[in-house]
């Protein structure tokens, strides 16, 4: 595989390394995942990395929450955030999916040598646990775990690509966290139309709202318009009702399927105007 920037891997590549990654710990553990996906222990027993909790050295106005130590096969989370962690146990499990992400898709552990794609250097930076003085990678970039500062960094950059478009390592953690099969079974269950029922699968699969309808926007299992937070299954759906309305208003008869003016006729299902002469339609 030739080197090149992280951001740039196909979602195929994301899905496929991690499905493969759940279904070796499905092999591993004789069972079947289900929601919530058993972070821990698929990052320990498939990609053999172990967890430790350490201070972790911050620079003025930085959040750290973790971080790791790739000669060591370690993923170190910040002890000096662990009261945010217990408050927001969604927080804690993206953190460690996000730190095996860069395990898992960079390569370099222990003494392997460089990374297979290559250092994205401007967005690593090096520090310190407290305990241990070991070096630790971190993000730079703190809006891919910081709210405040993601909230700024949009505020600044509006119009550009969100960190989590631009970021592999945030796809990785999306789809190891929830699974497409697993969503798609869950779809069953739940209304994904009805915030009720999103905020009650986000808290079922462990993770928060937001980077739930964001997994379910990409995988087109959800539409929600631009401005608007009404959920709809699919944009057919959401364009289907809105040309319905607006035949609605204009003097839609109830019951029919079809809206009659002069020798026109509005198929307000597909948008198309077909005229009575046979042969003769115009697509909307």
Known sequence: MSKQPLKYLK????????????????????GTVKLPVPIEKIVEQVLGLDFEWDEIEEQPGEMILGGLCRKTRTIVLNEKHLELFELKPGLLRSTQVHEAGHADLEGGLGEQGPSLFGEDQERIVHRHSTKSNRQLEVLFDL????????RLWRKLTEGQDTPEQKSAVDRYQSAFMMPKWLLEEAAQRYDLTQWRDLYALAKEAEVNISNLTTRLLRLEMIFIPKGSKTVY???????????LSICS???????SSQWEQGSLFFNCRTTKVTLETPGE???G
Not at 143 to 150: I, M, S, T, V
Not at 233 to 243: I, L
């Open 143 to 150: 809006a891919l775990h910081n709210e405040k500062a993601y």
């Open 249 to 255: 208003t204009s003097g839609w008869s109830a019951g």
């Open 281 to 283: 339609e115009y697509g």
């Open 233 to 243: 299954r699919s944009k057919d759906d959401f364009t289907g009702q809105k040309t």
């Open 11 to 30: 979602n195929e590549v994301i899905e496929d390394l991690t499905t493969r990654r759940i279904r070796e710990y499905e092999a591993k553990a004789g």
